[in-house]
């Protein structure tokens, strides 16, 4: 019974763990956790083109959600830089940005991310995410990060550069106006980029992006820069997040979806990503398909009470765990805090310059360029150096949600690329082995029987696969091998047009005098076969439990002058060719 239940309120298999222990350690967590996300929520919001109090609100509410009906001990989940521009570039084409028309589509687009994300979740689809390279995401970050900062760039030199233009004539225009610098803006920006920098170099478990913002709005009270050109944010609306609707229209609806649907992917690939990264370290095992879930849920939820698209936070969740959080609790106590943070410095903002704001922002895409692992991609890797290249370039200069489109294709292409044309090997004994154990003959450089082939298949025996094997049986057949043994041990898989396709080959090599055989092979594979009665078709004596039983029987079959006239003695049985060359 309570297996059943945890399937629809998954926080039931974790909660009989909280103790007075565990709750004081999710404190202090997500203490922590409050006052590094206030200033991330607003900056993000500001991204997304957004009041700066819808990030707080989607703060508060999406990783509550996300953590009761995830499935991650850790993650922290919530407004993100990615999502955050992504929502910007969808809705700009339609309506400006911070209207209220804006906001309320920005609401309809959180809905229909969450619903598509559940619909995955619901249809146990969490495995999905393995198909699509960690170079996606990678390369997505990095674009949207100059995209980020490009867009920032107009608030921390004054530049009045119209909103939604894009990346090349954002640049245009700021060239042309670089004459037209405020000196004051550009001081308060200055100040806040040294200090957050300095504090995260010196202190880095300080919350460096608060203290920045901070140190701008009292650089911008000594200089007076109101007078002089300096804008502040305003003051952000105390108390609860206030209950929404977003907007349900068919015409709404469709003009949306495509965009929620890129969204919804780059939220799951996110999510599941940093939640298995972080997993990686606490030892947890995450269910994809049950954060599908919880991220669908907490979009969902989160539209309902004024909050945007969120998604998985690598910074806040790897904070977290670093900070002591035992449970998912944790992030509930963060957004408690958020709340109270809120209720009692919500008129501060109005001191908060823009400069500075921007200036914090411009950190927020700093820190979301992975330099490290840009530079692993490029040295390791020509096929996952293509994703990056692509994802990135895509997302600089082509729409936001195609480029999620063309990265996550060109990871599933590559994928399937791969697995077409699977590993395979060639194997024999090696005489220096004691057991005569069969090895790589090109990387142990090793003798070969000239009449029976023994070959590894290191993949499944699928659709795609079956030109690249087939080509390979007929190569051999065509080099003279009339006897091909296989060993089955790594084929995890074979579908229908797989058996098909062994029959068929296992009938070719029998009518050129020989035979296909196989050895080793899986449960699995051995009862697919049976079912589609290639077993029956392809005879019961081409399949042995082991290599030695394989050799031996297939051994039996060979031509026996030439076993007599071959030099090498590759098989135990060659032995049995006494000197005399006559079989005893």
Same mark, same amino acid.
């Given at each position: ?20 222990? =565990? ?37 508060? #509410? ?13 993650? #922290? ?50 495995? *999905?995410? &393995? ?64 200090? @957050? ?16 913002? !901070? ?8 200089? &007076? ?10 003051? #952000?609306?105390? @108390? ?60 969902? +939820? ?16 790897? #904070? &977290? ?34 400069? =500075?704001? @921007? ?14 692992? !840009? ?33 996550? *294709? ?16 060639? *194997? ?125 029987? +297939? ?25 005399? &060359?006559?079989?005893?």
């Amino acid at each position: 019974m309570n297996t059943f239940w945890q399937l629809f309120f998954p926080f039931l298999g974790w909660l009989p763990s909280v103790n007075k222990d =565990s709750i004081r350690a999710d404190l202090m967590a997500g203490l922590t956790g409050a006052v590094i996300v206030l200033p991330q929520g607003i900056a993000y919001a500001s991204i997304a083109g957004l009041p700066p109090q819808y990030g707080l609100y989607t703060s508060m #509410i999406t990783p509550v959600i996300a953590a009761l009906f995830g499935s991650s001990l850790h993650l #922290i989940s919530g407004p993100t830089a990615a999502i955050s521009i992504v929502v910007f570039s969808a809705l700009s084409h339609h309506v400006e940005a911070g209207t209220p028309e804006f906001i309320g589509l920005a609401l309809t687009l959180t809905f229909l991310a969450g619903v598509f994300q559940l619909l995955f979740g619901i249809a146990r689809l969490g495995s *999905l995410v &393995n198909f699509v390279s960690h170079t996606v995401v990678v390369g997505f970050t990095t674009g949207a990060a100059i995209l980020i900062a490009t867009s920032q760039l107009k608030y921390v030199l004054g530049f009045h550069i119209p909103r939604g233009e894009s990346f090349i004539h954002t640049w245009m225009d700021m060239f042309q106006q670089i004459g037209e610098i405020n000196y004051y803006i550009l001081t308060v920006a200055l100040v806040t980029l040294a200090t @957050g920098l300095t504090v995260k170099k010196f202190f880095p478990r300080m919350p460096y992006l608060l203290i920045g913002m !901070i140190a701008g709005g009292l650089a911008n009270i000594l200089i &007076n820069g109101e007078t002089k050109g300096v804008e502040v944010v305003g003051a #952000i609306p105390r @108390g609860l997040p206030p209950i929404s609707s977003p907007e349900f229209s068919f015409e709404t609806l469709k003009m949306l979806a495509p965009e929620a649907f890129a969204i919804a992917l780059l939220g799951l690939v996110e999510a599941v990503s940093i939640a298995r990264s972080v997993a990686a370290k606490s030892k947890q095992q995450i269910d994809g398909s049950q954060e599908f879930i919880g991220q669908g849920m907490s979009n969902i +939820v989160g539209s309902f009470f004024s909050s945007y698209a969120g998604s998985g936070s690598f910074t806040r969740s790897g #904070i &977290n765990y670093d900070s002591g959080a035992k449970s998912p609790m944790s992030a509930i106590f963060a957004s408690f805090f958020l709340l109270l943070i809120v209720l009692l410095i919500a008129p501060v903002t109005a001191y908060l310059p823009i400069a =500075s704001m @921007g200036a914090s922002i411009l950190l927020v895409a700093y820190n979301l360029i992975d330099v490290k692992h !840009i530079k692993e991609i490029l040295r390791l890797s020509k096929s996952e150096t293509a994703i990056l290249l692509t994802t990135f370039f895509a997302t600089l200069f082509l729409e936001l949600e195609f480029a999620i489109y063309m990265g996550v *294709l060109l990871s599933l292409m590559l994928f399937l690329n791969r697995t077409s044309n699977p590993q395979i090997v060639s *194997l024999a004994p090696n005489p220096k082995s004691l057991t005569r154990s069969l090895q790589d003959v090109a990387e142990k450089n090793l003798d070969e029987c000239p009449q029976l082939k023994i070959i590894r298949i290191d993949m499944s025996i699928y659709f795609g696969s079956l030109t690249a094997i087939q080509k390979e049986l007929h190569k051999l057949t065509k080099a003279g091998y009339r006897y091909i043994l296989v060993d089955a041990g790594g084929i995890n898989f074979i579908d229908i047009a797989g058996s098909e396709m062994l029959e068929q080959e296992a009938q070719r090599i029998e009518e050129l005098g020989g035979g296909l055989y196989f050895y080793h092979i899986k449960d699995s594979v051995f009862k697919h076969l049976l079912r589609s009665d290639a077993f029956e078709h392809i005879g019961d004596y081409h399949f042995f439990p082991s290599k030695k039983s394989g050799i031996q029987w +297939v051994f039996t079959q060979l031509d026996e002058d030439q076993c007599i006239k071959c030099p090498k003695r590759i098989f135990k049985e060659c032995s049995t060719v006494d000197r005399d &060359n006559t079989p005893n």
